[in-house]
């Protein structure tokens, strides 16, 4: 099965990406919030894939930018009654760092945001998922960014937009998180995605 795809970004439709690797394209699904932080057409991108065969549906790859929203993708598909739409419907609404926040905070309401995964659902998503490793990090107990409105997709952090956009540019995703991290200690809770990258960059660059 398919683990990982590195080539340039040849399309983005609403629901999928294709992405070229030395002159063949695969058709990769993901969600809005993968879609969107994509880079431009024809710049290159690392995608992490989880591959899933059916026999109606045949092959079918399933695209991230994070090990990390993979990891919770393959988590949430664990849970009865969540498929690859839902779960790609709840990243989209949280990333695995804010999904963690809800879970430890029993929040089935942040959860419930996502479209097509209602109250019992979302109540059986947290309560499966505590104690699972949704992040390789601590779990901070913040609240959700978008709880007064529903239909908003949460907005990414910069520090992960900042690793996201590194990863792209090839470089391995714990040397992006490291300069990004030590980028946004020094300049702060206010500093944007493109200092950010560009710190990291000089950072990598010494």
């Known amino acids: 099965m398919i683990g990982r795809l590195r080539g340039a970004v040849a ?16 058709l990769v699904r993901c969600g809005q919030r993968t879609l969107q932080r994509l880079p431009a057409l024809g710049e290159e991108t690392l995608i992490h894939v989880e591959s899933q065969w059916s026999e109606s549906q045949g092959l079918r790859l399933y695209g991230f930018l994070t090990r990390e929203d993979r ?10 009654g969540v498929g690859p739409k839902a779960a790609m419907a709840v990243l989209d609404v949280l990333s695995p760092a804010e999904l963690a926040s809800a879970v430890a905070r029993e929040d089935k309401a942040a959860v419930g945001r996502a479209n097509g995964v209602g109250p019992k659902l979302a109540l ?8 699972k490793p949704i ?16 239909s908003a997709a949460a907005k990414p952090a910069p520090t992960g937009d900042a690793v996201a956009a590194l990863m792209g540019l090839g470089v ?24 950010l990258i560009k710190a990291g960059l000089q950072e990598l660059g010494r």
């Open 135 to 150: 992040t390789d990090g601590p779990v901070l107990m913040t609240a959700p960014t978008s709880a007064s409105a529903p």
């Open 11 to 26: 399309e983005v439709g609403e629901e999928e990406a294709l992405i070229d690797v030395m002159g063949v394209g695969y």
């Open 71 to 80: 990891r919770a993708f393959v988590l949430l598909q664990a849970i009865q």
């Open 124 to 131: 059986r998503i947290v309560t499966e998922l505590k104690d």
């Open 172 to 195: 391995a995703e714990v040397n992006a998180r490291r300069v990004v991290e030590a980028a946004a200690d020094r300049l702060g809770e206010a500093a944007t995605v493109q200092a």
